[in-house]
């Protein structure tokens, strides 16, 4: 039992952690009033820019014993934020500056960064020249996927609390770090402020586009390095389009989850990793049709929490009231 | 006199307008786009960018059969397009066409498979009823709860895309065709029961008329009946439409339900029509798309002719693009995301003008 639990437990959370890193950029966008369908999108781009910047590297080098571990980390990791924080000031520009419909633009980077993600990927299987549909990088994924030395000797505590790669306990970090920026200090309780009622906000002088502007772009590099996580660590360095599958969608239902806490989402996200691989652990047998039916399950305990959550009417659990409309001053 | 920043312009929003200059802004945008994207395509191809244009019209026009193709498809996305647009001008967040249709589909998929030997006219009569009923069971869940409890619609009919998705998937496997292949093969290609008689001597033409006729009823009923004028006035204030005494959830009830069920015909349309066979994939992201193809044709039926029209044009230009030069067929997405981008950004421009500040020194004068 306890072998089963020590083999479930450290797959829902490498499971989790790009639905943790998606579902923390999404919730400091929406505080902001930011609705952002894009993050699907945002993330393939982040993946796919993580995937090129290290074939560039790989391919730069005379030798691959010439590879240096510190940069093989620190170019595909530039590559994915820059990567993502384009995207983010697309979101921007489109719905701040140009108040166009957030659902909308969302939508719109989701089909353009999933296209661009299996473009570009379909694009460097062709250039490596391989006969196989994917793409390998494990030199790079190796660098990634360093973990303690001497962890898994510590027995079950260090199977289950420390033989993880960086961007796990980084992803913990960042979302215990957004959850304390947002609750405690002067500077959430502005980004709340304008999510909540911009009018107010902007009376108090707070600038409104330039707290959405920051909150969406910074979403955006977290969420972004969800992809990057996925492709480099989880995946072992292996690109295959439409791979990463609609953990996108489901990192925008956490958030709902976990009523727009990050804090809460660190546990929510592992759950939702462990309903996610659920479907391999529940004994079917041959049946391989009831299997499918498992992976509903995390869409339909978001919707059950969804309607809870409306039902009880708590004013802190509700999502920001100026989510998804867009801010005119001069518009009352 | 205290020194105060003046920012170098300003931005007033722009009253009524003629409707040739706002469509003469939207010409221009998407003008930009193709000449972005013909950018993109000869940085990619190393091709000269006439070639490409040329390439996007053979895409559509170069063959009889490719342009019933580009049809049928502009069809199927408008008909997507017309059932979230009467939910989207009660301004609420249908995005669950996806799924809505999918439902559709799986109902239609199942009186073909479960009554392979009755009588066609009966297959295709229980077909069309349980497709739609199930289309409009799938739009009416979000609709019950918003309506109730005033639960985020957006969220709700995007979560359950997924759950129709996974029930297509679950009974791909329980319908297997051949055993252990996970798919559900074309659906009685022997007895051909089910399958949508042709007319004019093509398979596509039925689909094509019903969807012209669907466009047209929703713009009488947008347009000249008192169910529109409901929708608009509980679209534009809700405290409104209360006031005047219109009973706001029976509204959205009756909407989502109308919703939903042209979305199941478009699943029907899809399974009896089209393509004879059920998949989690059969209805191809056009839930997504449909909502900017509504969006962008400002929720009216005859503009969506033209954007649901356009968006297929150039998807299957990108997608011939891509054949011909041997690149990936997501070129397609690509060129599609770079096109809405300059559509969406240009709405700005209609609706507010940028005027330059006079300068302060001026008027002192």
Known sequence: MLEAILSFLPRAIAQGIPLLYGSTGEIITQKSGNMNLGIPGVMYVGGICGVIGAFLYEQSLPSPEALNPFLAVLIPTLFCLLSSLLMGLLFCFLTVTLRANQNVTGLAMTTFGVGFGNFFGGSLIKLSGADIPFLALSATSNCFKKTIPGADQLGWFGKLFLNYSFLVYLAVAIALIASFVIKRTRTGLHLRAVGENPNTADAAGINVNRHKYLATCIGCMIAGLGGLYYVMDYAGGIWANDAFGDRGWLAIALVIFTVWRPNVGVLASFLFGGLYILHMYIPSGMNLAVKELYKMIPYVVTIIVLIISSLRNQRDKQPPQALGLPYFREER | ?365
């Open chain 2, 1 to 365: 006199m205290n020194k105060t920043k003046q920012p170098l312009f300003h931005i007033v929003k722009r009253g009524e307008m003629p409707w040739y200059f706002s469509w003469g802004i939207r010409a221009a945008a998407i003008v930009l786009a193709l000449i972005c994207c013909g950018l993109i395509s000869t940085l990619v191809t190393a091709e000269n960018p006439i070639q490409i244009f040329a390439t996007i019209f053979d895409g559509s026009f170069g063959s009889s059969r490719k342009f019933m193709v580009l049809l049928q498809n502009t069809a199927m996305l408008l008909c997507i397009a017309l059932a979230l647009t009467p939910a989207f001008k009660m301004r609420f967040w249908n995005l669950g066409g996806e799924g809505q249709a999918l439902a559709g589909a799986l109902a239609a998929a199942a009186c073909m498979i479960l009554m392979k030997d009755q009588p066609n006219v009966v297959v295709i009569l229980c077909m069309v009823v349980t497709s739609i009923l199930a289309g409009a069971l799938w739009g009416l869940a979000p609709a019950y709860f918003k309506a109730k409890f005033g639960t985020s619609e957006t969220l709700f009919t995007l979560m359950m895309n997924y759950v129709a998705t996974q029930l297509v998937a679950y009974f791909s496997v329980v319908w297997e065709n051949p055993k252990g292949s996970g798919n559900i093969g074309v659906i009685n290609p022997k007895s051909m029961v089910g399958w949508f008689p042709e007319i004019f001597g093509n398979k596509y033409a039925l689909n094509i008329v019903i969807v012209a006729l669907v466009a047209i009823g929703m713009y009488i009923y947008l347009n000249y009946s008192k169910h529109g004028y409901e929708i608009a006035v509980v679209g534009e204030s809700e405290r409104t439409a209360r006031y005047v005494g219109i009973k706001v959830e029976k509204i959205i009830l009756r909407t989502m339900l109308i919703s939903g069920a042209i979305c199941g015909l478009a699943g029907l349309l899809l399974v009896g029509g089209t393509n004879h066979t059920l998949n989690a994939a059969i209805v191809d992201g056009r839930g997504f798309t449909a909502v900017m193809v509504s969006w962008l044709g400002k929720f009216n039926p005859i503009w969506m002719v033209l954007t649901s029209f356009l968006l297929v044009f150039l998807g299957r230009g990108a997608g011939e693009i891509a054949t011909d030069f041997g690149l990936n067929s997501s070129f397609g997405d690509i060129l599609t995301g770079v096109i809405l981008f300059f559509i969406i950004g240009c709405e700005f421009f209609i609706n507010y003008k940028i005027s330059l500040t006079k300068s302060s020194k001026k008027e002192e004068k």
